[in-house]
């Protein structure tokens, strides 16, 4: 291996920018080095996986000279380190009985947080589940509806006997806030739009199908998508974000033990077909005190609403799906027949009757759900997509690989679908809206059924 330039990163830091500049072999010899220095290991090989899922993380496998092998996972933000205090807490979810896989080795400092497992040859459940929407499955698409059930069901009922009411201090240290809150701001003592904001959008030229626009115009711009008019802008979003994802402010919908990051990526399916199981691991963000409304935000959208394709595979979407788009003045109007999947629709059904819908009844029979509650839940699910990657279209100061001009703008379509509510005039319902319709507490008293059509899976 070659030795890489001395740099001011931190480890993590260091080994994440060195892959994105196709520096793989040095970023391994960052990542042996870290090992060794972190756990006294002798490494022999260093192998970093290509994981489509890992835009902000990396994991791979080590083999050590006495022949062990081990999995490893790092999580890395942009300014961890001033930010957070401590990564990577899997006791606190095995102690509120979560199937968590515990790891061997792990090392809890920024900047060199790293989680070692003992090697295990279960696929993770994004592979699987892609697998079924590119008919190859190697697991048929009932196991995994039957496991991802069963875990929401758990996770649902760890949710409810965990729910308390937190207070500022406990709240503003869970790091689940460097999935949101963080990502929107330059630093705590500036809590000004900037962040992520700033780095992937403002001052960029957004590449559309047939035309360009300045992003400031762009943001700005209102949208209505296959015939439905929404209120607000990309611009408004991220504005409404900082208020309403600020740690202080999400103190007021209570808190809860959970993973924070249960995306599918995280996710082992361990045993055979219907006797297979789904076992959670890098905690990376998992807590305590996490605000009620964020804990399965992520798991939502990015194990949801984040596909077929389009986020992840951006490439693979552009063969698959049709766009048109058209600029009246201050106007997007813009058509796709982008829609979930059969399986996709069954994991929402899923999450809807097993999560969302006790856990927003349970906050309100405990006075714990503002009233603006909405908001802070499309909020959050705008801020996935578009705080996790640069949705804008490939250009070569950009370096979004596959990402079509076409892509994009399905991209920035779905976060405002996300985040923005229709007009009231408008009469047709999304697939957010539904969502979201279902879960309001007026439906407690029975677990709803989302009017998702056929959602059957064979």
Request: overall charge neutral.
């Amino acid at each position: 291996m070659t030795t890489p330039p001395n740099s001011t990163l931190s480890p993590t830091a260091l080994a994440r920018k060195l892959v994105s500049e196709g520096r793989r072999s040095e970023a391994e010899f960052v990542i042996t080095k870290l090992i060794g220095d972190n756990f006294g290991l002798l490494v022999q090989t260093t192998t970093i996986n290509n994981d489509w899922t890992s835009l902000n993380s990396i994991n791979g496998m080590v083999t050590t000279l006495d022949g062990k092998q081990f999995f490893f996972k790092f999580h890395q933000e942009e300014g961890d380190e001033d930010t957070l205090d401590e990564y990577y807490q899997a006791e606190i979810l095995a102690s509120a009985g979560l199937p968590v896989d515990m790891p061997s080795l792990a090392c809890r400092q920024p900047g060199r947080q790293i989680l070692l497992y003992s090697f295990r040859r279960n696929p993770q459940l994004s592979e699987l589940c892609l697998n079924v929407e590119r008919a190859k499955e190697s697991v048929s698409a009932l196991s995994l509806e039957a496991a991802q059930r069963t875990l929401d069901r758990k996770v649902g009922q760890v949710y409810r006997a965990t729910l308390h009411q937190t207070n500022v201090k406990h709240c503003s240290e869970e790091s689940i806030h460097q999935l949101f809150y963080y990502r929107l701001i330059h630093s705590v003592q500036d809590a000004v739009l900037g962040g992520r904001y700033s780095r992937f959008y403002a001052n960029q030229i957004v590449q559309l199908p047939g035309l360009a626009l300045p992003w400031d115009k762009f943001a700005n711009m209102k949208w209505v998508i296959n015939g439905i008019r929404y209120q607000q802008s990309l611009f408004d979003l991220f504005e409404e974000s900082l208020t309403k994802l600020a740690p202080a402010y999400l103190v007021q919908c209570g808190a809860v033990t959970g993973h924070g990051d249960a995306h599918n990526a995280n996710v082992w399916f361990v045993g055979h077909g219907e006797a297979g199981r789904l076992i959670l691991f890098d905690p990376a963000f998992a807590g305590n005190h996490i605000p009620a409304l964020l804990a399965e935000v992520k798991a939502t959208f990015h194990n949801i609403f984040a596909h077929p394709f389009w986020l992840y595979h951006p490439e693979e979407a552009h063969s698959r799906y049709k766009v048109t788009i058209i600029t009246e003045g201050d106007t997007i109007r813009f058509s796709h027949d982008w829609h979930l999947s059969p399986l996709r629709e069954l994991f929402l059904l899923h999450k809807t009757n097993e999560v969302w819908s006790p856990l927003v009844s349970a906050l309100h029979n405990r006075n714990l759900l503002p009233n603006d509650w909405v908001r802070i839940l499309r909020c959050a699910l705008f801020c996935c997509p578009t705080l996790v990657t640069n949705l804008l279209a490939k250009t070569p100061a950009s370096g979004n690989a596959g990402r079509s001009p076409a892509m994009s703008a399905l991209a920035f379509a779905i976060a405002i679908m996300a985040g923005s509510e229709a007009s009231d005039n408008d009469k047709n319902k999304d697939i957010f809206s539904q969502f979201i319709d279902q879960i309001k507490p007026l439906t407690r008293g029975h677990l709803p059924s989302l009017n998702l059509g056929a959602a059957t899976v064979s």
